[in-house]
Structure formats: structure tokens, C-alpha cells
């Protein structure tokens, strides 16, 4: 069983068959086909309110080019300093942000906190021309340690965004995840919220190559498209992000998928846990970060379960991440395995 990532998953059946039905004909390039016509609509309903919908085919681009929307080429994104755009994104935000600066602040459990983000901007002193002056905030839903963000703290940051005239970004590669652990509506935690722009995933739950870009402020449409023009993610056979999108979408295959994910990780904390393994959070989404001995680690290994160590949160660390197919049953059975 391979837990290094949710990346080395192979495409769910109904994603796949959606592509090979495209595969039966020709259809015009660049987004002018029926499939992608249809994903404003079919994402407009999912989250209650009028949207647009920019696919492209990885999550870095979904974040760095939804961004570029929010932030001026002297401006600056608050984030925390754990974040995916801070730590593994390279300079993408300054690349397609034409300069712009990355500001991190600190939290527990990788989350921004209202109070704390509220403080960092009234502390800030404007110098001119030459400071750096936020414009934008940015939170990962679900978080580098795999913990979510409630209802009740996205609308508090969402509040602190509009007190200070701040655009408000949130970086959804396991937005499924965090909603079906919230149990709420995708709509609460987004646009309600105060959210601008969601990068909503879909490569890690199942798809084969596409996230989307969710534009809640409708009027940054021609400004993304034009960023993702200028950056080389225009598919000319467009169709093919646009059919994954809708299968992803259809009956909650989204949210089914991420269900099936979370559960596997907890039942992995259970598993692990009981033959001497310590989670260090307890699992919100489909990610679990464990300590445990080396001795341990190895038989885990031994018994040809992937995981990947995580030293940033530990030297006796490691991450587990679950996906849509992850096999429940024999996760399990792994105490058995190792007891054998």
C-alpha cells in the first residue's frame, strides 16, 4: 500500500470512461467545445451563486494564476508560512504575480487565525513606494498538516479580509476533503465567506490532470484567462479537462471520493495507533502525520507499506496519505501483517 501521496492514484473509472467517451469525436479547441460551455452552470449550481470556472491542468497553476487576479505586482499575500505557495510552489506567486510577495505568519496547526492575521495587518506601517503592502490572503483548505478550517473560522477571516480591504484566496487542492469532514455546504465555507477565488481539486481525489479555478468575483474572468493564456495553460483540447470536471461533479463523485479518503485515514490512525504509533493531529482529512520509532517504521516497511518521513514536525515523523481507492479493509489488517 502506497501512502506517499494522493498523486499516485490511478484515475477513478468514472473520470476515465468520461475521457474515453470524448475520445468518439471531434470538437472545437480552446474551451469553444459543449463540454466546457457547461462548467460555469454546472459549478454555479454545486455552490449556489453565479460562477465562472477557468480549468487548467495542475494544481500549482490553479493557485499561482487564480492569485494573480487578487494581488498587484507590488503587492503582497499574507499567508501562513506553512502554506503550499510559501514552502513548495518555488517563486510562482512572484512569477505570476509580476513581482508579488509572499508575508507569512505564523499559526497553530498550519491555520491562519482571525485575531492573529487582524493584528499582522494593523501593525503594518505603509511606507510608500517603498513597502511591501498586503493586498490579498490566502489559506489552504485542507492545511499542510492536514487540519481544516470550520465554518465559524473561515467567516471570521472572511471578515477580517473585508475590515481591511483585503481580497480573500483559498487554495482547495483537498477542498473535498474539508467538506465532507465539515459535513456543511461547499457555498459556507467559499463565497459566504467572503472567498474570491477558489482553487477547487480534483487530480488528488481521482481525476487524471485538472483542477479549476472558481471565480466568484465573475469580473476576474478576463484577467485569468488572459494569465493562464500568457502562462501556457490553455489546453487546445479543451474538452478533455471539461469532461473530467463534470463526471468529477456529477452525483457528488467529488464528495464520495473524498468521504472514502477520510475514512481511510482514520482508519489508518486506529490501525497504526494500536500497534504503538501516536498520531500528532488527529486526522480532519485524508492526510495523517504519525510519530513513531525507527523499529516500527521499518516493519511497516518491511511489509511494503509507502509513507514518506516528515521532519519538519518531528525526527520521529512521518505522513500517510489516503485516497479514493484506498483500501479500507487491508489498512485494517495491517496490525495483522506486522504481527505475523
Known amino acids: 500500500m502506497n501512502f506517499s501521496s494522493d498523486n499516485v492514484t490511478p484515475i477513478c473509472p468514472e473520470i476515465l470512461n468520461a475521457i474515453a467517451v470524448e475520445s468518439d469525436h471531434a470538437a472545437l479547441p480552446y474551451g469553444a467545445d459543449d463540454k466546457s460551455r457547461q462548467l460555469d452552470a454546472a459549478f454555479s449550481e454545486l455552490f ?4 465562472c470556472v477557468v480549468p487548467v491542468a495542475t494544481g500549482t497553476a490553479a493557485n499561482l494564476i487564480g492569485l494573480s487576479g487578487l494581488v498587484s ?40 487565525e482571525a485575531d492573529t492575521l487582524d493584528a499582522f495587518l494593523r501593525a503594518h506601517s505603509p511606507n510608500g513606494m517603498h513597502s511591501v503592502d498586503p493586498e490579498c490572503v490566502a489559506i489552504t483548505q485542507t492545511t499542510e498538516l492536514g487540519t481544516v478550517y470550520n465554518v465559524d473560522e473561515v467567516q471570521a477571516i472572511g471578515k477580517t479580509c473585508q475590515k481591511h480591504g483585503m481580497r480573500l484566496f483559498m487554495d482547495g487542492a483537498r477542498f473535498a476533503n474539508a467538506v465532507a469532514t465539515l ?30 479555478i472558481v471565480l466568484f468575483d465573475r469580473e476576474l474572468r478576463r484577467h485569468t484567462e488572459k494569465s493562464r493564456k500568457r502562462g501556457g495553460h490553455l489546453f487546445s483540447k479543451h ?25 481511510a485515514a482514520i482508519a489508518l490512525q486506529h490501525a497504526l495507533e494500536s500497534i504503538g504509533a501516536k498520531a500528532a493531529f488527529a486526522p480532519q482529512g485524508n492526510e495523517l502525520f504519525i510519530h513513531m520509532k525507527d523499529e516500527l517504521a ?21 505522513r500517510f496519505v489516503c485516497a479514493w481507492n484506498s483500501p479500507i479493509d487491508l489498512i485494517r489488517d495491517i496490525p495483522k501483517s506486522i504481527n505475523s
Open 298 to 318: 521499518q516493519s511497516l516497511r518491511d511489509v511494503g507499506i509507502v509513507f514518506r518521513p516528515w521532519a519538519s514536525i518531528g525526527p520521529d515523523a512521518y
Open 73 to 112: 505586482p507590488f503587492g503582497g499575500v499574507v499567508c501562513h508560512h506553512r502554506a503550499h505557495i510559501n514552502m513548495t510552489e518555488s517563486t510562482g506567486v512572484a512569477f505570476y504575480g509580476g513581482g508579488a510577495k509572499l508575508l507569512g505568519i505564523d499559526g497553530p496547526s498550519a491555520k491562519i
Open 239 to 263: 474538452r478533455y479537462l471539461a469532461a473530467q470536471l463534470l463526471a468529477y461533479l456529477k452525483d457528488d463523485l467529488w464528495l464520495r471520493n473524498a468521504r472514502h479518503a477520510n475514512d
Open 48 to 51: 449556489g451563486t453565479d460562477v
Open 183 to 212: 459535513d456543511c455546504h461547499p457555498a459556507d465555507i467559499t463565497w459566504k465567506a467572503g472567498v474570491d477565488v477558489l482553487s477547487f481539486g480534483a487530480t488528488k481525489n481521482g481525476a487524471l490532470a485538472v483542477d479549476a
